[in-house]
C-alpha cells in the first residue's frame, strides 16, 4: 500500500507513524515544505484523554512524550489586579518543536520517508500514483482546495486578532489576564510548556541565544476584537514591535521579561467546517478538515486523535472506501462537539469587553465554564472551595443550589429559578381548554418549577396556529382558564401561573404539529394578515393580506381584551409573544417586515407596533403583576434579526416597562440555519443581559439541572425555561432537587407526594460491593 502524507504537522506525522507501524511493508512518504527544525507557535496542550489513546496505540512515542511534559492543575484568573485561582483541572504540555522531533524520530525508525523542504506534487498526480492520500496541510490545505467540488468547505472569519508569542519562564499555571486599555480590552491566554527542572533529555525550545538555558518557557497568545488591535496602533507594527508592546501592556503577568516572536503575525482565527472528509482515496485530517479555537486547546488534540481514528479504521475495515467512511463517521460526532465548545468559547472571548464588569469570581466562574464543557458540577468535584465562594457571592444558603434560591419580579417572588417554559399543546376546541389542559399544567406545577407557563393563548380565533390553539376572546375560554388557575393556587401553593399572549399573524391556519409541521389545512383554512403579504412558505402557505394603519388599533384591543380576561382568571405573569414569526414578531424581522409607512424600515419604526401593544396591555394588566416580553434575539438569517438587532429591542422594551426579556431565537423564516447544540439560544440571553441590565429568561435545548446552575452562577441568566425535559418528566425540578440532595424551601414536595422524596434503588446495581483486592 502506497500512502502520501501531506503535511508535516503531529497529525500527519503520527497518522504516519501509526499507519506504518501497523504494516510495516506500507511505503510511506511524508512530504513538508518547511525544514525540520521550522516549526510554528511554540506549546501544544494535550488532555489526558488523548495521551491514554497515545499510549494505548504506540508506547514508544506514549514514554517520549511523558518524559517531556509540563503538568500542572491551576488556572490563574486576572481580572482588574486580582489573580483567582481554580485548581483541579490538570493540563499537559510539550514544546511544539520537541514533539515534531518525537515524531520524526519515531517515523524514522519505523521506516516512514520524511520530505522536507519539499512541495507534494500536485492532489490529483498524489492520488492517481498513491493507493491512499493523507491531507494533513493545515487550514490553507492546498489539497482541500484542489478538490473544493466535493470537499465543499465552509470557512468563517471571526471578529478578533490574535498573535503567538513565547516568554523565557515558565508561567506557575494556565493565564487568563484581561487588560482593559485606553484603546480596549485586550486578553492574554498564556500556559509553560518547558520547565527546566524537568526531566533530564528535555531540550530548550527555540529563541534563545545557542548555549543558554532559558529559565523554561511560555505560550503566551495575545488577543484583541478587531477595532482594538487597529485603535492601538498594533496593525502597523511588525514582529518585534509587536512583541515588544505586548510585554509591555502585560508587563506584571510577565513579571517585566520580554516575549519573542517566531514568524509570528496577527491573523484571525478560521473556523474551518467540510461537508465531506474523503475524496476517492484522499482523506483530509487535522486542520484540513476542521478548526477549533485555540482557547479550548484543541487544534494539535482533535489532529493526532484523527489520525488514531483513521489508522485503526484503515486495520479494522475491509477496504479503503469503508475505512474512510467510518472514520469519518467515527470522528465528526466529536469534532462537531468540540468545535460547538470552542466556537461558544471564541464568541465569549470576542464579547469580553461585555463581562469586565462583573464581579470578580464571578467573572472567573463564568470564563472557566464559558464553552459549556465545564459546568457548575464539574468545577464543584474540581474545585469546591473556589465553587463554594462563587455560590456565596451569588447569594446561595449552604446547602441550596443556585436554581433552588427565590427571585422576584415586581410583586410576584418565584421561590426558585425553573420555569417550565411556553409549549403548544393543540389540544384545545374552539380555543377552549379542557381537561387535559388541566391535567398538562397541573402535573407540571406540582412538580416544584417557580412558575410555569401555559402554551400561547391566542388573542382572536383568526389569531390561533391550529383549530388546537387555545383562546382568551371568549367568556367560555376564560372561565375554562379559571378553573386550572384556581388549581395550581390551591393544590400547587407556592407554584405561580403565567399566561403567553399572542397572534400567529402569516403562520397561522395550519395542521397540528403531529399531522404536519407548519403545513396548511387541508380544509376550513382562515385569511391571515401580517406585517407584509409575505407567506412562510412561498408556493406551500397562503399568502397574508397586509393589515393597514386603520386595522392595527383592533388587533391591539384584542390583545388588550385577552389581558383583562387573564388578570380576571388570576394569572401571576403575562407574557407578550414576540417571537418565532407570529405576528408581533414578523414586525420586528426587516425579512418579513417590508411596510414603507411609519411601521417598517428602520429598527425603531418596526419596533413601533410592539411597543404600542405592550404598551396596551401593561395599561390593562395590574400594576403588582410581572408582565415579559419573548424574542427571537437571532433570525438565524444573513439580513435578518442578528444579536446587536436583539440587544436594541430588548433594551426598547425594559424602557417600556417590561420586567424580563425571554430570549429565544429563530422560527422566522423556514430557510433558517440554526446552529443547534446543547443550551444553544443561552449566549443570546447573555448577550442582552449584559448589554441592557434587564433580567432575562435564557431558553433553548437547557436540559440538566447542572447547566441550570452554571448559567445563572456565571451571570448568563436570571431564570431559566425548561421544556421537553419537563415533557419527559412532569416533576423534572423536584427530581432535580432530589439528586442534588436538597430539601429546602426552594423545592417542597407536595404532601401527598413527600414519601417518594427520595431517589428509588435502581436494582442490584445499587448493591454495595465487597472487597475482592488487597
Known sequence: MRIAVVGGGPGGLYAAALLKRLGPDRDITVWERNAPEDTFGFGVVLSDETLGGIEQADPAVYEALRREFVRWDDIDIVHRGR???????GFAAIGRRRLLEILHDRCARLGVRLCFRTEAPDPAALAAGHDLVIAADGVHSRTRDAFAHAFR??????????????????????????????????????????????????????????????????????????????????????EQESAARCAKIFCEALRGRPLRGNNSAWT???????????????VLLGDAAHTAHFSIGSGTKLAVEDALSLAACIEEQDGLPAALATYEAERRPVVESTQRAATASLRWFEDLAGYVDQPDRQFAFNLLTRSRRVTHGNLRLRDARFTGLVERDFGCPDGTPPMFTPYRLRGLTLRNRVIVSPMDMYAAVDGVPGDFHLVHLGSRALGGPGLVMTEMVCVSAEGRITPGCTGLYTEEQAASWRRIVDFVHTSAAGTALGVQLGHSGRKGSTRRMWEGIDDPLPAGNWPLVAASPLPYRHGVNQ???????????LIREQFMAAARRAADCGFDLLELHCAHGYLLSGFLSPLTNRR????????????????????????????DRPMTVRISATDW???????????????????????????STGQVVADERPEYGRSYQTPYADRVRNAVGVPVIAVGAISSWDDVNSLLLAGRADLCAVGRPHLYDPHWTLHAAAEQEYAGLGAPWPDPYRAGSRRPPTGRADTPKPRLTL
Do not use: K
Not at 484571525?268 to 484522499?282: C, D, E, I, L, Q
Open 83 to 89: 489573580i483567582l485561582t481554580s485548581g483541579g483541572h
Open 153 to 238: 468547505p465552509r470557512i468563517e472569519t471571526h471578529r478578533c486578532r490574535y498573535i503567538w508569542l513565547a516568554a523565557d519562564f515558565a508561567l506557575d499555571a494556565f493565564r487568563f489576564e484581561v487588560a482593559e486599555t485606553p484603546y480596549g480590552v485586550m486578553q492574554l491566554h498564556g500556559y509553560p510548556y518547558h520547565r527546566p527542572t524537568a526531566t533530564p533529555g528535555t531540550r530548550p525550545p527555540a529563541g534563545p541565544a545557542a548555549g543558554s538555558e532559558p529559565a523554561g518557557a511560555s505560550t503566551v497568545i495575545i488577543e484583541m476584537r478587531e477595532e482594538v488591535w487597529q485603535a492601538a496602533g498594533l496593525d502597523l507594527c511588525d
Open 543 to 553: 399568502v397574508p393580506r397586509e393589515l393597514s394603519v386603520e386595522e392595527l388599533p
Open 637 to 663: 438569517m444573513r439580513g435578518g434579526t442578528d444579536a446587536a438587532d436583539a440587544v436594541a429591542i430588548a433594551r426598547a422594551f425594559a424602557e417600556h416597562g417590561a420586567d424580563a426579556i425571554d430570549v
Open 268 to 282: 484571525v482565527f478560521r473556523t474551518v467546517v467540510n461537508a465531506r472528509w474523503s475524496h476517492g482515496n484522499t
Open 596 to 623: 414603507t409607512d411609519a411601521y417598517g424600515g428602520a429598527l425603531a419604526n418596526r419596533l413601533r407596533f410592539p411597543l404600542e401593544v405592550f404598551d396596551a396591555v401593561r395599561e390593562v394588566w395590574p400594576q
